[in-house]
Each structure stands twice: as structure tokens, then as C-alpha cells.
């Protein structure tokens, strides 16, 4: 399948169009007169990239004046409605300037990946060639048979009649032969999925005709209690029956129903079901807050009035996320969506549940352990607005937002948040002040210790700062005790492996039958090299932090830039 030529004078509007690969810029495409009133900024389209490969790229711009080049033209629209808004086009474009990548490194890591469609190498017969294969070896002809009778193959039917073998070297010698030609095609991922629901029969919709038919004299008594089960399904779930659950309780067959379908009793329909679980939405916060949350939530709340961010500098086990919960709900209630981060996806499960709780089906979790199809449906759900709470990781900030209204930034000094490899290597948390900034949203930003800049930026006045320093019901803190095993060591003449305070400590906790957790943050043989006459500590030079000793290398190094050092 050939892209139509059309003269390039011909065309009245360009597109330029961001495709999932890191380019150095954007590429613009011609855009054809029959797709000019249908194509909006944010749909994807097909196009293609050198001289038959296809992708599925992002309007970004459309433009009506005529660039110094002759284009190509976008070959079909593959939405009917955008996929991305303008502003997280906004937000990918900041992100490739601020953290020196591309848009398509972006589009890579925001949009999932069943709408990021990839060609399929598809081999067409060559009508011009007369139909004499005979000269072709077993495997040419085997290929060129197939495509005689299909005229079209695809990449993967080769390979299965092959088996494997040699395939693209074989395709080779097809084209030199000019018995066929290669194109591309998309090839469609996503896939909606489809269950098979039973339903009663209009003839007997109403209740005369039902209990004239339950009335009857029957023989056939299996089928006859597999109708009673489905009546019984029916009224509990309100007349959606799914067919496997039905055979499954009922302890029917699938002979069974089919011999009342074909009596015209019951009858299937194929249906799209979600592939998510999914709750009755609501809005209920049914607890109390201490005097001190109260005080906290006040605060927080007078805060954000007057300042966009706003940092919750609460100490562990204060109810920070009690509070969270009382403006999730003030925000629900306006009608915004509302963004809550996670650093860890392990965090994400027991936190979903204590939110179910009070936002049922108004909550979702987002992150990227979830499979392809799943990522596309939560996309659409937050894109179209049904989903009004979106919890996850880092890559939920890349959701599309309709309305967003709050961002809560739990354990914000976490370095979960910064995504390494490959790029786009983002900061979450800063990527996601910048697009509340985008919506006119507010950001609130958790932390029982606090990140060194955005406390900085919290006593200098650009953030506002809500302080929480009681626990919730008045549990005490930990009692918490430094002890120098430097000097320990130099009054017991050798190495103290337990310091006298931790040893007892240990002894008493054993005996009282408790368990005891030890931690040890350790990388290589030793952490640190130490002076024994004056406590000197050996540090990098580009870093000011100390070196570890790695005995299988004979070397300092600094874990944080790399360096190495030799041994002082």
C-alpha cells in the first residue's frame, strides 16, 4: 500500500507532529484537505518516517503557512477525540527543555504503550509478475505460493512458514525477483476486552409470560434449573449475568444453555467490559481530627489561599494523611481531579485501600507495573474525567488531567522520585509543580524530614509551611541516643563492634521475649577510613562526602560522582 502522491501546492495546512523517537526537533507533515477539518491539536495520527516506516504520532501544532521544504502527507486520524490536552503538551515541552532530552523521549515515557503503534512489515504480490514461480527454491516458493493465493503477508505469517528460518534473507531474494514489493502497516495493540452476557428473551419480559413458561411440563430438568439459577443471578446483579460465572455457579454446561438459547428462552451478547476492578463512587469522611490536626488542617488550608505550594512538615505517625483526606474531599466536592504521589509502588496498595474507603470508585491507582491494555483504559477514564483521584508513582504525573485541582506530593525528600534511566531523567516532583502550575492547581508537599530545598524554599517564604510536631493520639517518640564509637574505642584499646548502651539495650529487649532490628547502611568493606590519632575522615574533593573502602579493588571511592582514590 502506497502513500497518494499529492502535489505539494495542493495542501493548505501543516501539522507539526511529535512521534515516540528522540529526534533532535519536531517534524512537520502536510496535511491532506479531506483531513484538514477533522484533525484537532492533541489526536494522534499516522504518518511516516523515511521511506516506509509508520508511526502513530501527536499533533502538536497546525500551521497554515507553507514551510521552505515539501513534506509528506499524514496518511489517516486515529482518534475521533484528542488524546493529550493542550497542556501537557505545555508540560512535555518544558520537560525536554529543562531536562535536556526530546519531545519523543517524552511521548515514550507519558503515553502507554498500545497508543504508540509501530509498523508491521506487510509483503504484497507484484501484479505485474506473471504467476510462473517455478524456478524458486522450497522456501521462495513456499512464500511466494502463500502470497499468491493471500496477496498480502505479514512479517510474522512468513515467519511461521518458515518456521524461523532465514526469513529476511529469503524475503531478499523475493524482491530482487520482483515477485512482490514491502510496505508497512500499523499494527493496533490495544484490544477492548469482551465478555459474553445472557439475558432473558423479550417474549418474556413480562412476569405472565415467565411464569407460564416456569409452569410448563418439561423434561428436560437441567435445563430448567440452569433458568432458575440465571433468574436467581439475575435479580442479585440486576440483570448482568456474565455467562462464565453463570455456568460456573450454576454447575451447568455450555450444551445446557445453548439448548435455551436455541429454544428462544435466553439469548448472548458480546459486551466491552473494564478490565479494573471497579467501586461505587462516594465521599465520606467519617473521623475525627485531633486538636492539633485541626489546628494543622486550618493552616493548611489558610495557606494555600494565598501560596501555590505549600510544604506539611509533620513528624512520623502525626496523621498527615488524615488531612490529605479532608482536602481530597473539599476538592472533590469543587469538582477537580486530584493527584496523589507515592514514591514507591509498594505504597500505592495499603494506601489505596484506606482511601477506598472514603472515595470508592472516585480513586485509581496508577503506576507502571500495570499491563498495557489496563494503562490504556485508566489514560481514557482520567482523560474523559470519570476518574477524579489518581493515585501512583512518578508516572502519574504524565496522566491526562482534565480539571486538576490538587497535587499531594507524599514523602517529597524521597529520591524515588527521580527517574535515572532512560530519559526523559525527571524529577516528579518538580515536573508536577510545574504542571499544577499549568492548571492553576495547588501543590502540597509531605515530608516528616523534609528535602534541604524545599525547606529552604519554605523559610524564605516562596513555599508556605504548616508544621505538625505531635503524634496522633499522643504516642510518644522514640527516645533517640548518639553514641561516639570513636571514643569508645580509644578507652577500650580495640574495635567496638556494640557500644555498652547498645548491648544492653539488646539484652533487656531479648529478655522481655521482644525482637530487635539492627541496621547497617553499608557499601563495600568499610564505609569510612578514620585517623586514629585525630578522627580525619578522607572525602572527595568534588563531593564533601567520605570515601568507602572497597577491598576487592584496594581503593576509596565516592558513591556519589564515581571517583576513585587510593587507599590513605
Known amino acids: ?115 504508540k503503534l509501530n509498523s508491521e512489515t506487510v509483503l504484497s504480490w507484484n501484479e505485474a509478475h506473471d504467476d510462473d514461480i517455478s524456478d524458486l527454491d522450497d522456501n521462495e516458493y513456499l512464500v511466494a505460493e502463500a502470497l499468491q493465493m493471500k496477496r498480502e503477508l505479514r512479517l510474522s505469517e512468513i515467519q511461521q512458514i518458515l518456521d524461523g528460518k532465514q526469513v529476511h534473507a529469503i524475503i531478499k531474494k523475493l524482491l530482487q525477483k520482483q515477485i512482490c514489493f514491502v510496505w508497512e502497516e500499523l499494527k493496533p495493540k490495544y484490544k477492548e476486552r469482551q465478555e459474553t452476557f445472557v439475558l432473558l428473551h423479550p417474549d418474556y ?101 494565598t501560596q501555590p505550594i505549600v510544604l506539611l512538615h509533620g513528624v512520623t505517625a502525626s496523621g498527615k494523611t488524615q488531612l490529605y483526606i479532608h482536602l481530597i474531599a473539599k476538592y472533590l466536592q469543587a469538582g477537580k481531579q486530584v493527584l496523589y504521589m507515592l514514591p514507591e509502588i509498594a505504597l500505592t496498595a495499603q494506601t489505596i485501600r484506606r482511601l477506598q474507603q472514603h472515595f470508592g470508585g472516585n480513586i485509581a491507582v496508577y503506576h507502571s507495573k500495570f499491563n498495557p491494555n489496563e494503562r490504556v483504559e485508566l489514560w481514557h477514564k482520567v482523560r474523559e474525567g470519570n476518574i477524579r483521584i489518581v493515585l501512583g508513582a ?22 524515588s522520585y527521580k527517574q535515572q534511566d532512560p530519559a526523559p531523567r525527571y524529577h ?49 517518640l522514640p527516645a533517640i541516643e548518639m553514641v561516639d564509637t570513636r571514643m569508645l574505642a580509644k578507652e577500650h584499646k580495640a574495635k567496638v563492634l556494640l557500644s555498652p548502651a547498645l548491648h544492653e539495650a539488646i539484652t533487656q529487649t531479648l529478655a522481655a521475649h521482644k525482637q530487635v ?30 570515601l568507602t573502602y572497597h577491598k576487592s579493588t584496594n581503593k576509596l571511592s565516592c558513591h556519589y560522582c564515581g571517583t576513585h582514590y587510593p587507599v590513605v
Open 205 to 305: 419480559a413480562n412476569e405472565a409470560a415467565l411464569e407460564q413458561l416456569l409452569n410448563q411440563p418439561t423434561r428436560a430438568t437441567k435445563q430448567m434449573e440452569l433458568l432458575l439459577a440465571f433468574l436467581h443471578f439475575s435479580k442479585l446483579q440486576q440483570g448482568e449475568v456474565k455467562q462464565v460465572e453463570l455456568l460456573q455457579k450454576a454447575n451447568a454446561s455450555a450444551a445446557q444453555l445453548k439448548g435455551l438459547i436455541d429454544k428462544k428462552i435466553l439469548y448472548t451478547e458480546r459486551r466491552s467490559v473494564h478490565r479494573l476492578p471497579q467501586l461505587p463512587p462516594m465521599s465520606n469522611v467519617d473521623f475525627a481530627l485531633s486538636d492539633a490536626q485541626t489546628k494543622a488542617l486550618e493552616s493548611l488550608q489558610n495557606s494555600l489561599q
Open 517 to 546: 532490628i539492627i541496621f547497617q547502611n553499608r557499601r563495600g568493606y568499610t564505609p569510612y577510613q578514620v585517623c586514629g590519632v585525630c578522627g580525619w575522615v578522607p572525602q572527595c574533593r568534588h563531593c564533601s562526602v567520605s
Open 1 to 115: 500500500m502506497q502513500v497518494q502522491s499529492i502535489p505539494f501546492s495542493e495542501y493548505h495546512a501543516w501539522a507539526e507532529i511529535i512521534i515516540p523517537l528522540a529526534l533532535p526537533k519536531n517534524f512537520t507533515w502536510a496535511i491532506p484537505a479531506a483531513l484538514e477539518p477533522k484533525l484537532k491539536i492533541g489526536m494522534r495520527v499516522e504518518v511516516t518516517l523515511g521511506k516506509n516506516k509508520r508511526y502513530a504520532g501527536i499533533v502538536k501544532h497546525i500551521l497554515y503557512e507553507a514551510p521552505a521544504y515539501e513534506t509528506k502527507p499524514i496518511i489517516q486520524i486515529l482518534d475521533e477525540q484528542p488524546v493529550v490536552f493542550a497542556k501537557q503538551l505545555a508540560l512535555w515541552e518544558w520537560m525536554a527543555g529543562y531536562y535536556l532530552c526530546t519531545e519523543g523521549d517524552v511521548m515514550q515515557a507519558a503515553v502507554p504503550s498500545n497508543l
Open 394 to 415: 512518578r508516572s502519574a504525573m504524565l496522566l491526562p488531567f482534565q480539571d486538576l485541582g490538587l497535587i499531594i506530593i507524599d514523602e517529597e525528600h524521597d529520591a
Open 428 to 476: 516528579a516532583r518538580d515536573t508536577a509543580i510545574y504542571y499544577a502550575s499549568l492548571h492553576q492547581a495547588k501543590v502540597v508537599l509531605g515530608s516528616a524530614t523534609p528535602s534541604i530545598e524545599s525547606y529552604y524554599n519554605a523559610l524564605t517564604g516562596k513555599y508556605g509551611l504548616v508544621t505538625l510536631s505531635e503524634r496522633y493520639a499522643d504516642v510518644a
